[in-house]
């Protein structure tokens, strides 16, 4: 896994396991299953596998720094994978939680397309939340990603984001109580599909009217030369008092 990513929102990637299955169109251009097949896997629809012990090692590695350093490091989980997928690996979820709680100086952002799942997948003394995670959902459209926005709100936790990328349509009027941070971005690589400015926008001016911070991560296009500036300014804002990267 990565010490370090190109993930401008995170400082590290970690994955629990390797391997997942489409959910929705956010996914038909799954980076993640090309990275998969290029590498000669065969992981995807349904056969995720268990990775070593060093990739387990290393949170804790980033966690003792961190500590030493007296900082925070951010940690998304799940570059490779999605934590809430029914199909993973037996045991190690379990594992993941396990990590989590032994890792306070990290805080972990954990990503899902499958929100109906996050309740069932949280562990037994997650109460209000834990104080080093950040739940999130993927609304990439209307009719699969705004019905995740409710179903994340229903979850207690310290912090709640939305990762609206790829943005593939209009998402029109979005009621973002209770949610914390907005990240928005257009499709990259290869076949990606392109994001209108106005419907970036209108994600925008909506976390500014309803006093929620955003990052807009990028245009994207085919070698993602869109940028990521947004009528010649860089927006990247960060959750309150969450920290932010530290690189
Ligand atoms: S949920 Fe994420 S990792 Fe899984 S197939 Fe969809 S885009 Fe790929």
Redesign the pocket.
């Known amino acids: 896994m990565a010490d370090s990513t190109e993930i401008a929102w995170t400082d590290s990637t970690f994955n629990p396991w390797w391997g ?4 929705s169109p ?2 038909a251009n ?1 980076y ?2 090309t990275l998969d097949r290029r590498t000669g896997g065969n992981h995807w629809e349904d056969s995720p596998k268990a990775l070593s012990e060093s990739n387990w090692k290393k949170p804790h590695t980033w966690n003792r720094k961190a500590e030493k350093e007296g900082t925070r490091r951010l940690v998304f989980c799940g570059s ?3 934590w809430t997928d029914k199909s993973a690996p037996e045991g190690q979820r379990d594992r993941l939680w396990d990590t989590i709680r032994a890792t306070p100086a990290l805080d972990w952002q954990l990503l899902t ?1 499958r929100a109906p799942r996050i309740k069932h997948c949280l562990p037994a003394d997650w109460g209000t939340g834990y104080r080093n995670v950040w739940l999130g959902v993927t609304a990439e459209d209307r009719k699969h990603g705004i019905p995740r926005i409710q179903q994340l709100r229903d979850v207690p936790a310290l912090v709640r984001f939305l990762s609206v990328e790829p943005l593939l349509e209009d998402l029109g009027d979005l009621d973002l109580t209770g949610i914390h941070w907005v990240i928005v971005g257009g499709e990259s690589g290869p076949g990606a599909r392109p994001m209108k400015p106005e419907w970036a926008e209108g994600v925008l001016r909506q976390c500014r009217e309803q006093g929620v911070p955003a990052f807009f991560k990028q245009w994207g296009g085919m070698r993602d030369k869109g940028g990521c500036l947004i009528r010649g300014r860089e927006i990247k804002e960060w959750p309150h008092p969450a920290p932010k990267p530290t690189a």
Do not use: I, N, P, R
Not at 20 to 23: I, L, M
């Open positions: 997942c299955s489409k959910v956010g996914c799954c993640a299953e490779m994978c999605d397309k």
